[in-house]
T-cell receptor, first 114, second 110 residues
Framework: DGGITQSPKYLFRKEGQNVTLSCEQN?????MYWYRQDPGQGLRLIYY???????QKGDIAEGYSVSREKKESFPLTVTSAQKNPTAFYLC?????????????FGSGTRLTVV | KNEVEQSPQNLTAQEGEFITINCSYS?????LHWLQQHPGGGIVSLFM???GKKKHGRLIATINIQEKHSSLHITASHPRDSAVYIC????????????FGTGTRLTIIP
């Protein structure tokens, strides 16, 4: 079955370490996204990519980096520059064109930095 | 003020009750999505609306573009409907990204 796979589901890291969250999709979707979810807040966009080898910053990109070397994969690196990295991270993908874009979400990765 | 507001924030109801969750937005949109997030965190897309009404099983979603308002209804609610329901909009002239409401936590008691 097609879908999005995020791994791992839970991740613990020490403060000051970079960590990379995996996101893979087999839906042949062109666009992929990373969102962050904090308690009491709506999902906020970190980065998105509409095509291989191209990506754009979202609303809260500081302290994060991404790559899009393959259509299927959009890994997110949480760097030591991110001041408050503990959060729930969701990856999503969508079709294009815009007016009929269908979104699929992953099951998320809960990152805890200690 | 958030561009997307949901109400209520929390809702507890007895099994079998008719449920209504509301979403209001303050910007021009090209589409509105209703999403369901279960306790594990994964999100499932329920509906995408640009006008009118859609129905899937016991779920009904409506949108009024002039009033900038959408509702999600659940008929004959069941404990398995317990989840967080999230409204998200795609802005007119924007790219593919969505703007999300903060969600409505629904608990259905047997």
């Amino acid at each position: 079955d097609g879908g999005i796979t995020q791994s791992p589901k839970y991740l613990f890291r020490k403060e000051g370490q970079n960590v990379t969250l995996s996101c893979e999709q087999n839906l042949n979707h062109d666009a992929m996204y990373w969102y962050r979810q904090d308690p009491g807040q709506g999902l906020r966009l970190i980065y998105y990519s509409q095509i291989v080898n191209d990506f754009q910053k979202g609303d809260i990109a500081e302290g994060y980096s991404v790559s899009r070397e393959k259509k299927e994969s959009f890994p997110l690196t949480v760097t030591s520059a991110q001041k408050n990295p503990t959060a729930f991270y969701l990856c999503a993908s969508s079709t294009i064109p815009r007016d009929r874009a269908r979104y699929t979400f992953g099951s998320g990765t809960r990152l805890t930095v200690v | 003020k958030n561009e997307v507001e949901q109400s209520p924030q929390n809702l507890t109801a007895q099994e079998g009750e008719f449920i209504t969750i509301n979403c209001s937005y303050s910007v021009g949109i090209s589409a509105l999505h209703w999403l369901q997030q279960h306790p594990g965190g994964g999100i499932v897309s329920l509906f995408m609306l640009s006008s009118g009404k859609k129905k899937h099983g016991r779920l009904i979603a409506t949108i009024n573009i002039q009033e900038k308002h959408s509702s999600l209804h659940i008929t004959a609610s069941h404990p398995r409907d317990s989840a967080v329901y999230i409204c998200a909009v795609r802005l007119v002239g924007g790219n593919e990204k969505l703007t999300f409401g903060t969600g409505t936590r629904l608990t259905i008691i047997p």
